[in-house]
DNA sequence: CGTCCGTTTGAGCTTAATCAACGGACGTGG
DNA sequence: CCACGTCCGTTGATTAAGCTCAAACGGACG
């Protein structure tokens, strides 16, 4: 198994090179209906090589200035603060196809991206990133609709974390997760891996792994969520929507 | 004194129209170092005329269609998040200069803008502000600063929540928004006015308005904030810096 | 085979919520 | 003018949620 250390000794450049136009997967993200071959075409060319990056690995090391733009095209990517007594919060997880926005803040900032498990990302530089953005449209369009999104997504979690219970915090991580990994409504029968653990889930939801291990317990006992062998276990997806207060319409934003 | 429920109708237009160029107070907010004579006019004709709002009514409702760009020019607005059982957060406070980031929000939002104490906001129409985006390169930048910097405080702000104490909390609104009142850093002569109560200090904090009291009492007694009568002191501004882990490169952010 | 990491479980403690009562400021209406 | 209600802030007593400390376990890996 790959465990390198430092990020830019784990780059390895990945042979997708053409299907890897800014956003392979996300329907409604920032690429969503791109028919318009010439659009593809000029994304393809702006973008860097695919990089593959290490389960631990940084994409973006805190303080790193603003480098590039980067896009998840495999695996899951956290967005990391450390405070400077050590402390850490995961403010975001980007599944494949989401945009990293760390690019807007400045250098002298404590976040940073890490991969969590295998990870694949590719990268626009700043020029070229600035080009695209002027040139075509659509893809500013669909650029700035992702930032929207993750100041959206921010306030969520924000309003989640003042007011929610544990349990209420950790279903709401991992039915969210789930809904925007499959990009669809989970079902009782599906099985989502998911690379993290409890550790990580604490970092996310604000609470200790010890009372995470109780909490998922809990879940469990009560047939909402299981959470195992890092795969994802949606028991009863209606009682989860019920309990996590999911709105149909904001699951539109995740699918 | 001026008690009006809806928003609609506290609409007041006041005779600033002049000086009144999308950013008029903060230095390093999106206008800062404007001084380009055609810019500055050309945002002048691009934004509404200032509109006064009745301290309580909102700015932009909850589920607002992405109507325009608000910008603050005098008085606090506070960004809302009602929940469906009546819960609110307060995310943020947008002061005279900030953008209220919420035209990049979708339609089924629960968020929403409300004026504390008298504010006045002017807005720029989203067909303007396209307009305005694509031929000022500068205003675009300007904006695109301003976005980012919603962002950055989000997480901060989110950071602050899962992290720290109740006093610690409230240390660290009170002292940002004196830093953002001020431009600067807060002497201990300084007294701020603050239009907020307890209640909203809970809001935005986490926490109960019982809570909120009893941290107010003891950071009073600890000698590092008073906050009384609507005006916030800082007693010992090195002491409250220490306290709240501000740093010197994150406070140029807010100045 | 020992070590390390992630997880589980228990016991006790701390923080902040909840429930409840009270007082002052202010506005309203008699 | 005073009586009343409301809103906001304060304080006390009690409760509950989640943290800390501690111990133990299992699997992965050297």
Redesign the interface.
């Known amino acids: 198994m790959i465990a390198l250390k430092d990020s830019s000794a784990s780059v390895v450049h990945v042979g997708v090179r053409r299907q890897c136009y800014y956003c392979p997967v996300r329907a409604r993200a920032p690429c969503g209906g791109l028919r318009d071959t010439n659009s593809l075409e000029r994304l393809d060319l702006a973008h860097t090589l695919p990089r593959r990056v290490a389960p631990g690995a940084t994409v973006v090391a805190p303080g790193e200035r603003a480098a590039s733009t980067y896009t998840v095209l495999n695996g899951w990517v956290a967005l990391i ?1 450390t ?3 050590g ?1 850490m ?1 995961i ?1 975001h997880f980007a599944l494949p196809g989401d945009v990293i ?1 760390l690019e ?3 250098d ?2 404590t ?1 940073s991206a890490v991969a969590v498990g295998e990870a694949t990302v590719c990268a626009f530089t700043p020029a070229s990133h600035q080009r695209l953005r002027r040139e075509d449209g659509l893809y500013d369009a669909r650029y ?1 609709a992702a ?2 999104r ?3 997504y ?2 969520d ?3 989640d ?3 929610a219970s544990a349990a209420e915090r950790v279903a709401k991580l991992l039915w969210g997760l789930s809904v925007r990994s499959l990009h669809r409504r989970p079902l009782a029968s599906d099985l989502i891996p998911a690379p993290l653990n409890q550790i990580q889930i604490g970092l996310a939801t ?1 609470l200790t792994a010890v009372h995470v291990s109780r909490t998922l317990k809990q879940l469990r006992e009560q047939n909402l969520i299981t959470f195992e062998d890092h795969m994802i276990g949606i028991d009863n997806p209606r009682a989860v929507e019920r309990f996590t ?1 999911a ?1 149909a ?2 699951m539109d ?1 995740w699918m």
């Open positions: 603060d405070l400077k007594d402390q919060v403010h926005p807007l803040l400045g002298q900032s976040r700035q930032i929207a993750e100041l959206h921010a306030y979690h924000f309003a974390i003042a007011l604000g207060g709105s319409d904001l934003m």
